[in-house]
């Protein structure tokens, strides 16, 4: 892979939005094709909203995703959300594995691969999060973390075009603090000789977003980082003009 994939900017939305939200997803459309040449752009809405924003989107720039799935198709899973009925509301992305899955629903290694496996079935393009808890960043285990959760969450025999990985250390998130860009691009590199190992054709490697604490005013120095190739964005997205502002800012 080169260096410089074309960047994708994601925006997780988490537990926010209600049907006047569609408003927001409009101005991100209308602003979209000003940043068109530079970033492919995805909002993760909430489930609840997934084929209203999918319908309103559809023939834009901007694609729409799901947040989590469940590993199976269908069943008896109240509450569950199958990576099927994400394609079917019109989803191309699904989120798996985000740090407050992990640690809210206690989802190990093993249900992130099975339901990564979920999303490659139904035709889904997978973002699979990993990162590390400020405890285990303290102890030096950054790197043990990460290459463990790659090893054990991303199933063997990726493609490319169906892998996202997102680096988000569990202590960026939400807190207006990040790493350093050293710190970034050392965790990056790794990530992505891990990952080599993983993909279908070996040598190639998927995109690697950074995710934690993105926003307007530290988004160029991230996104300029080597093996960062977008940023998957929580608060920051929730406001279109942040969000736009953010993939303004993805290198060319
Ligand atoms: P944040 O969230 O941008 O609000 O830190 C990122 C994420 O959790 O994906």
């Known amino acids: 892979m080169t260096t410089r994939a074309r960047p994708l900017i994601a925006g997780n939305w988490k537990m926010n939005g209600l049907t006047g939200s569609l408003a927001e997803l409009d101005a991100i459309i209308a602003g979209s094709s000003a940043v068109a040449d530079r970033a492919d752009l995805l909002i993760c809405p909430p489930a609840t909203l997934v084929a209203a924003f999918a319908a309103r989107a559809k023939g834009t720039a901007v694609m729409i995703g799901g947040q989590d799935c469940h590993p199976e198709p ?20 699904v989120i798996v594995g985000h740090s407050e899955r992990r640690a809210d629903h206690h989802e190990t290694d093993e249900l992130v691969r099975q339901k990564t496996l979920a999303a490659w079935r139904a035709g889904l393009v997978a973002i699979v999060c990993v990162g590390e808890t400020g ?80 926003k307007p005013s530290n988004c160029n120095e991230l996104l300029c980082i080597s093996h960062v190739n977008g940023a998957l964005v929580g608060g920051a997205s929730l406001k279109s003009s942040d969000f736009l502002a953010i993939a303004a800012a993805a290198p060319k």
């Open 135 to 214: 405890a285990e960043r303290d102890a030096g285990q950054t790197l043990d973390v990460v290459g463990r959760q790659i090893e054990r969450s991303v199933p063997d025999g990726a493609r490319t075009e169906s892998l996202v990985v997102a680096y988000e250390p569990v202590w960026a998130i939400g807190t207006g603090v990040t790493p350093t860009t050293s710190d970034v691009e050392q965790i990056h590199a790794f990530i992505c000789l891990k990952l080599s190992k993983k993909m279908k054709n070996s040598g190639e490697s998927s995109k690697i977003l950074y995710g934690g604490s993105v």
């Open 74 to 93: 269908c069943g008896a899973h109240t509450g569950d959300i199958a990576a099927e009925m994400l394609k079917d509301a019109g989803a191309s992305f």
